[in-house]
């Protein structure tokens, strides 16, 4: 199953986060500190979520625009939920259902009223932040926070894992099940190469591609609930900052391993993560790490394309020639 | 069997709307500003007043023309979300620069140098080495947006003079500014343009089938690239605009424009030529969101309900040109 490919991709990222580790330690020794690790994987834990869930999109070669706005949504029924008494466990539930119920209504309108897939997310983003505002009226949430217990989603330890690392391995480790160890899984993968023969070959692409955006809409909202838990308050924009860092995670993940899957996307979050954290720890003002992340991001999409990795190819042979 | 192949790919069906819609399908959306607009004034006297029209029109005059851009680009079948955060960058490299004492006429240069370079580098990624536009052009406005903050560390930077660009945007016949004459202007040529000239066919073409322009040996790629270029510069220059408008620079004014860009290209495309973005259709469009928002700001609605609006909006206008594109079709087929 690992074939000899994988191993050197393996060895190659390895090495990679290796340097990129090894450059920061050498301007800051706290880099490597265990609280900075536990910071690193707590960050990457909602990062890495929200961008589990958009693999299983980008598989299906369609494109979700609307998770962030899903996310904010997401954020407000838990905030409300718990503001007004609820169980912590039915306002995650609650934030949880938002996010599937408005994954279909893109994925239903792209799929079966063949929309075209960018345009529908935008219209359910700008719906999704409408609603979020319903609640509060766009102010955020806090109250009764503390009591409710949802503040131990980021605070408490398992088996020595900070809980919001244990939930993204859980989820990655059910994500890699489905995407990549079930008939369930090939299917996405068939739909994105070729919805039509997809479908000759008795495969419901229709619905995968519906399950694909609930999926999705569900990450967010579970990746929004953590980051509700370290900051402690609900706001309406609190998922606007998922869009870039997901959609990078996962194409330079499939920059990197070749394909968009579960592990090419913990690689791109990790990755992600580990550059952010570094500039963090060397000062580096919050208004440029988009600008790190989008600039990885157009660099690995440009240097992994097939035409362009050819060019430098054909570049070096030549240069192998004249030599 | 051709019921399969149908649905799976209606958007590539030839669409012939204008010949079998009515006029109310052609004209309905005008119509539908029209009506509200009236509502409002009935409800409002005060939305018809001189100076609330003048700054509606200022302020649509502006969106107009960061979105002409945009409109060609969707039009042609594919996407550009960087429009927004290049006119944020923009005018955050004016106001950095007149803050910092150089001239105006600088300041504007660099305003549109910034354009200039962003549209360059879209269309160099996404024209010239075919990656997905969506992506990249997610990055390179996220790459705009950061930059636009560093400018001003993190915050506006406020201006005390707006120089000859303001005194441009006071200019006014009657209660239209002078800006809004330039812009319908540029909306009329760029009208004639996608209409009338062979340019304009091809990008109606392009949506349609990209194969088959390229094999009657239109230079597509390099079509894309002058669009790409022409987005980045009119994006630009509406955010050299905003900095004399606001008398501030905004490092976070795309945001707002985001969803409204999109919004007014396909509920403009909506108008006229169902589902095929065009320039008069955005400028109704454009006008009808500024009107809608102002009217609505008149009658004291939330924020929540005016999102909902603009976000049912986008919806209804793409739900209305599928159903208008499977009507035909089913006609087709009878």
């Not at chain 2, 100076?51 to 002409?68: C, K, P, T, Y």
């Amino acid at each position: 199953m690992i074939s000899g490919r994988l191993i050197i991709r393996l060895l190659a990222f390895i090495a990679l986060v290796a340097v990129i580790a090894g450059l920061f330690w050498t301007q800051n020794a706290a880099f490597l500190s265990e609280g900075n690790i536990r910071a690193l994987m707590r960050h990457m834990s909602v990062q890495g979520l929200a961008a589990l869930g958009l693999t299983f999109v980008i598989v299906v070669r369609q494109f979700d625009l609307s998770f962030p706005g899903v996310a904010s949504l997401g954020a407000m029924t838990l905030g409300w939920l718990i503001a007004s008494g609820m169980p912590l466990s039915v306002a995650v539930c609650g934030g949880l259902a938002a996010g599937i119920a408005f994954g279909p209504v893109n994925g239903v309108a792209g799929a079966r009223l063949a929309l075209p897939d960018i345009v529908t997310p935008l219209a359910t983003r700008g719906l999704a932040i409408g609603f979020s505002y319903f609640y509060s009226n766009g102010t955020s949430i806090s109250q009764n926070f503390f009591m409710s217990g949802i503040l131990d989603l980021n605070d408490r330890k398992i088996l020595g894992l900070d809980m919001p690392f244990a939930i993204l391995m859980a989820a990655a480790i059910v994500g890699f099940v489905v995407l990549h160890a079930s008939r369930f899984g090939r299917g996405f993968y068939a739909t994105g190469e070729n919805r039509t023969s997809a479908r000759f070959s008795g495969i419901p692409t229709r619905t995968l591609i519906v399950a694909a955006f609930a999926i999705c809409g569900m990450m967010a909202c579970l990746s929004i609930t953590l980051l509700v838990a370290s900051s402690g308050a609900a706001n309406v924009t609190a998922g606007n900052q998922l869009l870039m860092p997901a959609f990078a995670a996962v194409y330079l993940g499939a920059a990197l391993f070749g394909r968009p899957s579960v592990g090419a996307t913990l690689a791109g979050t990790l990755m992600m993560s580990t550059m952010l954290n570094g500039f963090t720890l060397l000062a580096i003002p919050y208004y440029y790490s988009d600008a790190i992340v989008s600039t990885v991001l157009i660099a690995a999409i440009a240097l992994f394309d097939p035409r362009v990795s050819g060019l430098f190819r054909t570049l070096v042979a030549k240069k192998d020639k004249t030599a | 069997m051709t019921d399969i192949t149908a649905s799976l790919s209606p958007a590539r069906q030839p669409a012939k709307p204008h010949r079998h819609g009515g006029v109310f399908t052609r004209y309905g959306f005008f119509l539908l500003v029209i009506a509200v607009f009236i509502a409002f004034a009935w409800l409002r006297p005060t939305f018809i007043a001189p100076g609330n029209i003048h700054g509606m029109l200022m302020s649509a005059s502006i969106a107009a023309l960061m979105f002409l851009g945009l409109t060609w680009i969707v039009a042609a079948g594919e996407i550009d979300v960087s429009f927004m955060s290049v006119a944020a960058l923009s005018n955050m490299i004016v106001a950095g620069l007149v803050q910092s004492g150089s001239g105006w006429a600088l300041a504007t240069l660099g305003g549109l140098a910034a354009g200039l370079v962003f549209g360059l580098l879209n269309a160099g990624l996404v024209a010239g080495l075919r990656l997905p536009a969506l992506v990249i052009t997610i990055a390179t406005g996220a790459l705009a947006a950061s930059v636009a903050a560093a400018i001003g560390l993190g915050t506006s930077i406020s201006l005390s003079n707006t120089g000859f660009v303001g005194s441009i945007l006071n200019l006014r016949l009657g209660v239209v500014p002078l800006i809004g004459v330039i812009v319908g202007l540029l909306y009329a040529i760029s009208w004639f343009v996608q209409e009338k000239l062979t340019f304009g066919h091809y990008i109606y073409a392009l949506e349609q089938n990209r194969a088959a322009v390229v094999e009657a040996g239109v230079p597509v790629n390099r079509m894309l690239f002058m669009l790409y270029v022409l987005s980045g510069l009119v994006s630009s220059l509406a955010g050299v605009l905003l900095a004399a408008n606001l008398s501030s620079g905004q490092p976070y004014l795309g945001t707002s424009y985001f969803l409204d860009g999109l919004t007014s290209v396909l509920l403009g495309g909506m108008a006229l030529k169902l589902g095929k973005p065009n320039v008069l259709g955005t400028l109704a469009a454009v006008i009808f969101l500024i009107g809608l928002l102002n009217g609505a700001a008149l009658l004291g609605w939330t924020d929540s309900e005016r999102q909902i609006v603009r976000g049912s909006l986008l919806l209804i206008g793409v739900g209305l040109v599928v159903f208008a594109r499977s009507r035909n079709r089913g006609r087709a087929h009878t």
